[in-house]
Every structure is written in structure tokens, then in C-alpha cells.
């Protein structure tokens, strides 16, 4: 089992635009790639989690979701930046759409989908990152005993039960801590 490096998406990849489906609205931060890099340069999955309500909400597709996913991973890859896994939650207890008004266990706060990594990748929680721009992705990440947590401040974060052990202005600052932590946990 090896440590890995979560992402969270909307705010932390890309530019928080609110339900981004489509490729030609999909802005990546300053520093996504380098960020992801320092991951995948020390041989850590790199993951990112991510909640999706806008397709519990009707504003776009699963399909819609996987078609800019791939284009995503594709980016990142091209940037010499290899995504091991997405794993997303589709489910909202407010949404809209039938299928997927739920509240599952792998919507963030949950930690669902870093659970569903471990088992899928072996990955070993313990040594894990999250960078996340949420309470939510940084109470996930606690919850599933991931013990270095990077909040990137955004001006839209809501209060959190759990405490970042990090906290930056950038992901670009994300990436050059990210870097560090992993040298030194060599």
C-alpha cells in the first residue's frame, strides 16, 4: 500500500465557475498541474474526489460528467500528470432527479470515496494528502483518517468540524507544500 494525493475538483482543479459540464467552461487553477505533478513525480496515486449535486440537481449528465472527466485525466496526462482515479458522487438529498436524491455515504462530509480508493488502489489512508477548498473535503478526509489536510482558502467556504492541518491562499501554494511534505516523508 502507498500513500496517495487527493484532489477535490470545483475550486482546487479548476476555477469554481458553479456546474461546470462542458470542456470550454473547465478553467484550470494556476498550479492543477504542478500540483498534481508532485504526486505523480513521487510515484503517489494522485485521486480526485469530488461531489457532483449538479447531476442529482438536473443541470447535466452522468454522461456529460464522464465525457469532460476524460477530457480532464487527458489534460492532465498530456501535462505529465497521470490522474490514478476519479471518484465522484452524484447524489444530492435535495436533488432533483429521482435516481439520485440520496444522501450517500460517499457525498463529502462521508468518506465514501476515499474509502472506495483505498480498497480500489491499495492505498494506504494514513500517509495520505487531501487539498480540498471545503470544510466538507477537509471533514472527509478526517473522517477517513487522512492525516495531512490543505484547505485552499476560497471566498466561499462554510465552516468546518474538522481542522486543516494546512491552510494556503493558492494551489499553486497547495503544489510547493505538497512537494515538501513529500520529501520529507521520504
Known sequence: MKPALFLDRDGVINVDHGYVSRPEDFEFTAGAFQL?????????????VTNQSGIARGFYSEQEFRELTAWMVERFRA????IAGVYHCPHHPEGSVDAYR?????????????LAARDDLGVDLQRSIMVGDQGSDIEAAAAAKVPVRILVRSAYQKPSAAEPTHQVASTVEAAALVRALIQEAR
Not at 36 to 48: H, Q
Open 79 to 82: 501535462e505529465g500528470a497521470r
Open 36 to 48: 498534481a505533478r508532485a504526486g505523480a513525480e513521487a510515484d503517489w496515486p494522485v485521486i480526485v
Open 102 to 114: 440520496a444522501d450517500h455515504d460517499w457525498r463529502k462530509p462521508k468518506p465514501g470515496m476515499f
